[in-house]
């Protein structure tokens, strides 16, 4: 069997197996796009799931990258990755915005399926090899691993919120996945907020010392080990995208989505997985009342509204489409013309040059996520204004706030607010788009996605040299931090 000195083990593969079983297509969400750059360069191994039930795949090379296929039955797609994984873990860690369903049998899927994934990690990576644990989905990989591997060095990179202590203390398994996560020696988090509140939980449940970033973890021999708990903000590769918007053929496409829609003065755009975090609910509510007070017109504005498929058999997402689908309706019963449209809805997911073409047809980008781990859109719609205008109108419950304070920033919640604010990124003076865009390019840029994964890296190579202790402290001592561009907001904590 091929080994390799750099693994990453995530829930999906880059790629996932096509629904004809002949072929391979690019995997959703942010958690691939983030990391297929880093793999290109790190001639490593990927250990995942190729995305649909009883598929088993020989490992194979992809793209520069040795794959490796976990196989998932039917029942272990819809008790651990479904279940426990998207209708226990997603809605309790994002702060409880759809209720979470705490059952057994979930939770004995997800710690068998767990140990697969670890299984496949240890027997693919070489002898003091690094292994990069993804997600919430593999909590418990950190553990087994270092369990079964006492040679390897362990990261895991946290990719959505972790939640306050008030919130956390729900879940029946708590002490379990706490002591799973401190398996590893560096457990990223997106914000400053999640390590804190990962922090308090570990103390709370474990009654275990933390100090800075380090944590104080009984290890097997009788004395203790030192893990790092921090934020390590992810990005994007911002020059991809900056490539891919000077394309004369992607301009081109620009062009022909504003005259598909009429060429109206304005438009909005909104791209999300279609998914209850990600406020798209409130974002049309405060659409369709613009256009009903008048302070809008379909003339003026039309919002378009990627959202792409996602965990489509989990009933929170059903009746989310459902909900989604006849407000659009609506709106667009209510205020389409037969030349101009409210809402153009795509229940679809396009390749990456379609979305820089929308970045760059769109003069307003709406991120208004309830809860979000990081957001890259919103980065990538940045990163794509090459010519320095368009306007961002940004959630604060998104991790990307924390970077990205020229934008404008909203609560979600506050309708009044959030409608007050896309009339002023309609509005907005093309100087005064010039000078946020400029301050939001210069972030992404000077912060980009091979920055992250050095960072990260190098605090997890660290440990691979040193004994915990002393990594701990050298890497607490050197710290410069990503420093975000503003304090983050403060965190309501329950408990
Ligand atoms: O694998 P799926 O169930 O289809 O979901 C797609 C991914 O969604 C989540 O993405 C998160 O990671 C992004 C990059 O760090 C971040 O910007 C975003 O805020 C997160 O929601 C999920 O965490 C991934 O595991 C999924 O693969
Ligand atoms: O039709 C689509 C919709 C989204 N995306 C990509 O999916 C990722 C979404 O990442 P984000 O962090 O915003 O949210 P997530 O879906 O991971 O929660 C981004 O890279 C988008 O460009 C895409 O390629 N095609």
Redesign the pocket.
Known sequence: MTQADFVVV???LPVDRTPDGEGWRR????????LEPVMRSAEGAWVGWAGQADVTVDPFDFDGTHLVPVTLSASDVQLY?EGF??DTIWPLYHDVIAEPTYKRAWWDAYVKVNQRFAQAAADVTADSGIVWV????LQLVPKMLREMRPDLTIGY?H??PFPAYGLYAQLPWRKQVLEGLLGADVIGF?RVADAGNFARAVRRQLRYETKASGILVPDAEGGTRVALAKAFP?SIDAESYIELAQKPEIQQRAKEIREGLGNPRKILLGVD?L?Y?KGIRHRLKAWGELLEDGRASVEDATLVQVASP??ERVEAYVQLRDEIEMTVGRINGDYDTTTHTAIRYLHQSYPREEMVALFLAADVMLVT?LR?????VAKEYVASRIDNRGVLVLSEF???ADEMGSALLINPHDIDGLKDQIMRAIDMPAAEQGRRMRALRKRVRDHDVEDWSQDFLEALSVFHEKSSRAAAEQITRDDDGSTPEREPIDETDAG
């Open positions: 995530a829930n999906r995997s959703p969400g942010g958690l691939v796009t983030a990755y994984s998207n993804q997600d919430y989905q990179f990719h959505i997106q992810i997985r998914d975090t996602s965990r996520a979000d781990g990081m957001n890259l998104a991790g990307a």
